[in-house]
């Protein structure tokens, strides 16, 4: 049974930092691309980042660039997503998730996804 499951939500300050992990399981994603999407309440679900396999390209939503970055280790079948300079617009549950295919940078691309961590930013 393949599983993804993030670790490392919580509440945090404005201007604060988290890192939030995605540990896989059941099979290996190494050449796989992996994502960090985000939801907040009454919203869609979006984009934030994605890495291909090698870690060589690697997509970022405008509104978080220059303060997240997402890196993986295939040793470890896990993804990263650090999170630097925290906005309470940067409230949502974080998922991460895997593609079979490309590197895609919406929802419908991904097969695989975690059930989500919660990440609070208070003001």
């Known amino acids: 049974q393949v599983q993804l499951v993030e670790s490392g939500g919580g509440l945090v300050q404005a201007g604060g930092s988290l890192r939030l992990s995605c540990a896989a399981s059941?099979?290996?994603?190494?050449?796989?691309?992996l994502a960090w999407f985000r939801q907040a309440p009454g919203a869609e679900r979006k984009f934030v980042a994605a890495?291909?396999?090698?870690?060589?390209?690697?997509p970022v939503a405008d509104s978080v660039k220059g303060r997240f970055a997402i890196s993986r280790d295939n040793n470890k079948n896990t993804v990263y997503l650090q999170m630097n300079s925290l906005k309470p617009e940067d409230t949502a549950v974080y998922y991460c998730?895997?593609?079979?295919?490309?590197?895609?940078?919406?929802?419908?691309?991904?097969?695989?996804w975690g059930q989500g961590t919660q990440v609070t930013v208070s003001s």
């Open positions: 998730a895997a593609a079979n295919f490309a590197i895609p940078t919406t929802a419908s691309g991904y097969n695989y």
């Open positions: 059941g099979r290996t994603f190494s050449r796989n691309a």
């Open positions: 890495i291909n396999w090698s870690g060589g390209i690697i």
